[in-house]
């Protein structure tokens, strides 16, 4: 078991009223699945095993919330166990423990990895353009092939021949700047 220092700060800036409340139920989380790592996922303490979230804590300023991520919400509040104001609200430690480990995929083998996509030929007209501007042509081959790939698939998509050729002239300037083909999305 290893413990994540910056769970360690989330729990030290917590509310003093949420603070016994995330260092018990962490506590029976490391004692239920030895094998959890934790982690912080979406502000908030989380605590994974093989790869697939188990149990989530977070605090707030009237109350704590503990997630067990294969149960569903009920009443008040985020997660299944409502609003926390103190340990007391908390159900007796071995139940805890029994839904920390009653998790539905627990027995289940985890997923193969899919193979990954096959690289697609890049069209002509698109390779031609790429050569003439070397910045570019280092980018797009610098660019893991999911990325080089949606270059690809928005050139080919396009049905008209001055389509092509304005995205084509597109895709030379995003990528001599170093931009991947959904860069505008990124930072949202």
Known sequence: MTRDPRIDDYIAKAAPFAQPILAHVRALVHRALPEA?????WGMPHFMVGGKNVVGLAAFKAHASVVI???????EGMGALGKLASLADLPPDEELIARFLARPDAAAA???????KPEL???PALAAALDSAPAARAAFDS???????EYVEW???AKREETRAKRI???VEWLAEGKKRNWKYENC
Do not use: N, Q, Y
């Open 37 to 41: 790592e934790e982690t912080i996922k």
């Open 69 to 75: 991520h294969h149960e569903e919400r009920t009443g």
């Open 110 to 116: 985890p997923k193969p990895k899919r193979a990954p």
């Open 121 to 123: 030929p890049v069209p």
């Open 143 to 149: 660019f893991a092939p999911s990325h080089r790939r």
């Open 155 to 157: 050139i080919a998509d």
């Open 169 to 171: 002239a597109l895709a």
